[in-house]
C-alpha cells in the first residue's frame, strides 16, 4: 500500500498569492514524523518544515505551514506570498517509529509554478 | 559549516561495469541514508549506515552495497550495472535517526548516474 499519496497534476500560482499542496499519508505507527523538502532543478532536496504525530498546533516555519488533519491523515504544505524561487518540485514524506526503522518514505512529489 | 557533500556530481557508465558514489555528511552527523530518485519520482531508500554498519536496507538487491568509514563518510558501490539504474542518487546525514524520528534528513545535491 502506498504510504505516502501526493495526487495533484502540476500547480500552478501567481506571484505573492498562497498555495496548497496536498499530501495524505498512510500508517499504523502511533508515532511518527511528516516532513516536507523542496527539490529546485539543481537537485538537492531542501528540508522546509516537519510535524510530529503528536503534535498538537500546526507547524509554521516563515511562509511555510503544515495544515494536519490527523483523523483525516492528511499534513498539507501551505506556502503564503509566492515567488518566483518557490518554483520547484515538493516532497511530502514520512518516517514511522518503529524499532530501528528512521527510513524516509516519499511521495511522487508535485511540481509548482510560480507564475509572475 | 559544511553540509553533505557528494561526489561525483555526474557519471556516465556503460551497462555492466561497476560504479562507486562518495558522500562526506554534515559536519556533527553520525549516519548515512543513501536514496535512488527515478526521473519524476521520489526518493526511494537504498540502505543506510550508522557506526560503520548497514542498519536498515531497502528494497534493492545486493548489487548495490556501501560502506562508512571512522570519519563517518560513505561510499555507494554498484555492480554490474543496468539501465534502469540511471538516476539521482541522494545522500543524506543525520544524527542518531533511530532514537528522533523528528529529526530532518540534510540531503546533498546528489549524483547523477547514467547507464548507457
Known amino acids: 500500500a502506498q504510504k505516502i499519496t501526493q495526487t495533484q497534476p502540476g500547480m500552478f500560482v501567481q506571484e505573492k498569492e498562497a498555495v496548497t499542496l496536498d499530501c495524505t499519508y498512510d500508517?499504523?505507527?502511533?508515532?511518527?514524523?511528516l516532513f516536507w523538502y523542496k527539490q529546485p532543478s539543481s537537485g538537492e532536496m531542501i528540508f522546509l518544515i516537519y510535524?510530529?504525530?503528536?503534535?498538537?498546533q500546526n507547524a509554521t516555519e516563515g511562509r511555510y505551514s503544515l495544515n494536519f488533519q490527523k483523523a483525516r491523515k492528511s499534513a498539507n504544505l501551505v506556502i503564503s506570498a509566492s515567488q518566483l524561487g518557490d518554483s520547484a518540485m515538493y516532497f511530502c514524506?514520512?518516517?514511522?517509529?518503529?524499532?530501528?526503522?528512521?527510513?524516509?518514505?516519499f511521495g511522487k512529489g508535485i511540481t509548482l509554478s510560480v507564475r509572475p | 559549516d559544511a553540509g553533505v557533500t557528494q561526489s561525483p556530481t555526474h557519471l556516465i557508465k556503460t551497462r555492466g561495469q561497476q560504479v562507486t558514489l562518495r558522500c562526506s555528511p554534515k559536519?556533527?552527523?553520525?549516519?548515512v541514508s543513501w536514496y535512488q530518485q527515478a526521473l519524476g519520482q521520489g526518493p526511494q531508500f537504498i540502505f543506510q549506515?550508522?557506526?560503520?554498519?548497514?542498519?536498515q536496507r531497502g528494497n534493492f538487491p545486493d548489487r548495490f552495497s556501501g560502506h562508512q568509514f571512522p570519519n563517518y563518510s560513505s561510499e555507494l558501490n554498484v555492480n554490474a550495472l543496468l539501465l534502469g539504474d540511471s538516476a539521482l542518487y541522494l545522500c543524506?546525514?543525520?544524527?542518531?535517526?533511530?532514537?528522533?524520528?523528528?529529526?530532518?534528513?540534510?540531503f546533498g545535491n546528489g549524483t547523477r548516474l547514467t547507464v548507457t
Open positions: 543524506a546525514s543525520s544524527l542518531e535517526t533511530g532514537v528522533n524520528y523528528n529529526s530532518p534528513l540534510h
Open positions: 500508517t499504523s505507527d502511533p508515532s511518527y514524523g
Open positions: 510535524q510530529g504525530s503528536y503534535d498538537q
Open positions: 514524506a514520512m518516517r514511522e517509529q518503529t524499532g530501528a526503522n528512521s527510513k524516509l518514505t
Open positions: 559536519s556533527g552527523h553520525d549516519t
Open positions: 549506515y550508522y557506526e560503520e554498519e548497514e542498519r
